[in-house]
């Protein structure tokens, strides 16, 4: 049995990860870490844990919390506060997966740049290992700390890695139109997040300055060995969406060459052969119904003859594959078990 | 190994049976039978089950479906049509576990005049057990033919049985206020079931016409002896929401006599008690978001003393515990395996 | 021209005032106040305002605004609150639409029981008319201060009042489930208004406690002339429906004598005849599709021979009816200007 | 009074004509045509029209339909069935405003490639103005039949226009990615239509082959004098979203030379200075609740120096401004009224 704790464990992300848990015969609870809810049972505040593997569990403050016999710890906070935990952690001598910003870049100054703040343990950042089990599978086995990717860096990279790989495409004109559910902006209490202000509602944020860009930039760059102000720039523009839940990237790039439609497919149905969460649809483009409550990633391709250009269409949802079921899906590369072991539930449709 | 078949794969239902028998470690699939879609994929028609269990499987026509090595059979199918389908297998030795109205009653007549038309079956309809779980778990061991309960009608008997059992409410004044996502209504080509006309709507339909008031009468008069005439009425009104899962039931009764609401949580938890799948919550009234997804039915009671009137109210997932999750939950009971086996996935949140 | 003032100007009430009243041709904006937005341009906030009356119009403190030439002045803040301003404004000799609940009660020692705290101001309570127009349209011509009625009350008012004016129910047997959309709860930053919480959701809330019970009992008890311990007593449950506008209402009445579908019709028909705003519909239940962005309140009924029950459902739009667009009402007849004037719209469809 | 009349009145474009041309104080309607509900009251299908200047209109059949009253028609049909009943009302003498996308194409031949049939009326089709008011004012004035523009079209051309006409981007690489409410897809019974397909998901459909592609283009190369195979070509990718009204289109150019976000901002603001109905955000992006309902549209922009692209943003409401609210704006050209006559609503929020 692997005995997990969760820092930060009443937000969206804690209890995702406990959803999918429950259903992990591997997995057992150590620490249900929260400290605004400190005190209470789990089953008071969210009654779909009742007589559940979890029914008895008390939510507890980090600080008293008795990590002593846990094996994995997942922290589930803003970042910037996230460090000072993971540090700690980390010191003790745990095994982490942190689901924050915080440790996701290999370049620090990249980090300090688009999160506007000194990182405090750049030591430890080099440390970690960026759990895109798809592009680092071989280096999660052996990590002590996984920095869990963005949501929408996720949906992106997928759709973009087997290109990038390739070196087929125009890497200065890389377009990511992203469309997110709510659930990504988490639990907090403000306006924008308000039923009234989202529903029959869309618009853009963080237009051509969301953070996620540094960090799917951070990643192709050095996929094709590109450095500082040579790296990759994408035009990254992230849409809230009236859904709860998932990611739909609409990606836009130029294809170096003529290619058919069927040599594209052919490219990312050999990038992706044999992994169990990545699939390629034949004829037709992904849709978030098909990957909701799931952990897996639909990707859909179109070549383009009259503008040259390729669309690749990915969707996934973003509190399973975009967060808590990557977590797991790396817990489950550590700890040497099957890659799917507790994440194969299948959509939930309607 | 249980060998499933389903009759009707291709609807909500059909499509939910396998989201769930995916993840049922005993269910194995036999035939999954669609005239509409004879010959295609499964996975062609809904990507969500490529690699798993079912992904090799190729919709057949009923006519030619080898049902040899069934041991089961859901069939998912209109009123009407069923009987006919439901005695033929029957009539092959098979078990059946039927979706449709047609052999939930016990009196054929008020399933004639409520649903207007003849049955062909009565014999049979006589041999059938009504599949409410937790009202009849010793007679559904030794059935043959299950008639899988309405989704309005589980959400309701579960809400009323403790009380009519202990016979301590006014049986002329029960009026069932329920609420339901439109999932219920199925895949059905409808103009009232367009997104346009759902979204940002709601309504009653039905208005004290609606046919699981029979049903619902049905079980309640039996459970207190009262026939025929004698039969309890209850006033029932269904309203459609724009949700795509879920069931709210509100429920209004008189109490003959007084009680505190400690007396009448006590009830409701004493008759429950060791339920796996039904949840007296304390002190708060169950929401949608509580069950989406599970095969939970959670209640609240209130007890109002100025009016002296109960109200109770009942959540669950009309897709799950008022439809294939309940089926599932039958099968288990016919094969004597753990009741909850497939079944222990708690509701997606947010 | 009628010069209208706002107090609580930026909340959802006040825009939707502000986006009738753009469409008013006897209507003038003097001084739009909000002190939380004090200084800022309405059109910075909401740009659905520019190039419009209100397109130079700058939000101002309270304290600063200068009421010299305003005719009129809508309170739109929380109770308790409103209270001191409405108390400030009326000796300053203006006329006030209040939506609060503060002035709504005949009788002040019920609004203190339901409300748990005294009223400041019990002698200009007295002065206050409850201000339903089908209800009290001569004493609003007269009056100087108007208590705009609640959204669920006015709903569950317009449904009811034929009935008991006519003796013909059981006035102790009188249920209301009310559906209400999100945007009654206002702007304000709770958790249970965030979209994830909401959406796809549904729950009851306040049951047998919501404060609304209380304003309708008022007006009913006061129709057929009960009083104090006497009064009606009627049981009110409110639920929570993701939807941002609309109420509907579906209320159940015991008759005391046998009447026809076609007398039912009959009386509501006579009673509302002439009302510009109340419609009784044939042969069909209202939908709230049929009255969203409008001030429209339909209703539908129906008899239940079975039961010998009456199902009566109202629909309207909260924001609308419910709330701005009947304080505009309200102000039309103070000023003798056609009833309808500004709120001739039609439900926004599809 | 301009007496109007509508073929296909009971589709949702036809009743957001009635919606809006009821508060349109010079229009008066004469003949509400509609093959499939002839014979019946308009109020009895849609009851929002009680008691408006519609409440007697009674839907006839197009064959029996008296238009010798009538000043100018609406034709709500779908494309291929325009083109007769344009043609024969046109040979009547009558003005009209064609909303399909038969006359939508200078060149007749771009038309019959993209719909994949013949034109009938090619002749006719020629003497068709292209009714973007923003762009063909003057001609609109004088014309006998208006091709009322596309949803994404407008959408698209309000926020690629001032780009073209200053020649200031590169036109071999403009990308729109759009997304629409489900109102654009009208009434028609599609699965694909279905709430329960439709809600908590979104997609792209017609990748790289969406007509509305060639509709864009038609319009932007006549812009700049490209003909032929010469003409501009444009990557669009439409999306459909969860909601009822509302299109949002996200549009990514390469800026030929460097300009500042000023130098941007001046650009749009003179191009659409004067216009009612075209606004230009400063320092933010439109969000569909912003225009829900009305007939604007806003145009954000931000030019990004990392990548060298500028981003424009438009929102506007498909059914208003996309659909029935610009074809009350062409109404008003062509009969010299007020250009927002009938068309003051601003956007219905929350």
Same mark, same amino acid.
């Given at each position: ?23 992990? &015969? ?23 844990? !009742? ?6 569990? !008390? ?32 010191? *003790? ?42 592009? +680092? ?11 869990? &990717? ?55 944020? +963080? ?18 060995? !590109? ?14 969406? $009236? ?42 483009? &992904? ?14 391709? *179109?070549?383009? $003859? ?39 539930? !299948?959509?939930?449709? $309607?």
């Amino acid at each position: 049995m692997i005995k997990f704790s969760i820092v930060g464990t009443t937000g969206y992300v804690g209890i995702e990860l406990l959803r999918l848990l429950q259903q992990h &015969p591997e997995a057992e609870a150590a620490c249900l870490i929260s400290n605004s809810q400190a005190g209470k049972a789990l089953v008071d505040l969210y009654p779909q844990f !009742r007589d559940s593997k979890f029914s008895g569990c !008390r939510l507890v403050n980090y600080e008293e919390a008795d990590l002593s016999d846990t094996d994995i710890v997942f922290t589930a906070l803003p970042h910037g506060v996230s460090q000072d935990i993971v540090a700690e952690l980390y010191n *003790k001598g745990l095994k982490i997966i942190d689901m924050s910003g915080d440790f996701r870049y290999t370049d620090t100054a990249v980090y300090e740049k688009w999160y506007n703040e000194k990182h405090k343990y750049p030591k430890l950042n080099e440390k970690a290992v960026f759990g895109l089990v798809e592009l +680092n599978r071989e280096k999660i086995r052996k990590a002590d700390l996984i920095a869990n &990717p963005g949501c929408y860096v996720t949906a992106s990279l997928l759709g973009l890695i087997p290109l990038v790989t390739k070196n087929i495409i125009d890497l200065d004109n890389i377009i990511i139109d992203a469309k997110s559910g709510v659930s990504g902006a988490g639990k907090s209490l403000k306006i924008t997040n308000l039923f009234n202000e989202v529903h029959e509602n869309m618009k853009a944020y +963080n237009v051509a300055t969301h953070r996620h860009t540094s960090e799917i930039e951070n990643v192709l760059s050095e996929l094709c060995g !590109r450095k500082g102000s040579e790296g990759i720039q994408v035009l990254f523009t992230p849409h809230l969406i $009236p859904i709860k839940r998932g990611i739909l990237a609409t990606i836009y790039v130029d294809l170096k060459d003529k290619y058919s439609q069927e040599e594209i497919m052919k490219i990312y149905q050999e990038y992706y052969q044999g992994e169990p969460f990545v699939q390629i649809l034949e004829d037709e483009m &992904p849709e978030i119904k098909q990957v909701v409550g799931s952990n897996y990633c639909l990707i859909g391709l *179109k070549y383009d $003859p009259r503008t040259d250009k390729l669309i690749i269409i990915t969707a996934l949802d973003n509190m399973v594959k975009g967060a808590a079921g990557q977590a797991i899906q790396n817990m489950n590369v550590i700890f040497g078990i099957k890659e799917n072991t507790g994440l194969e539930a !299948r959509a939930v449709y $309607p």
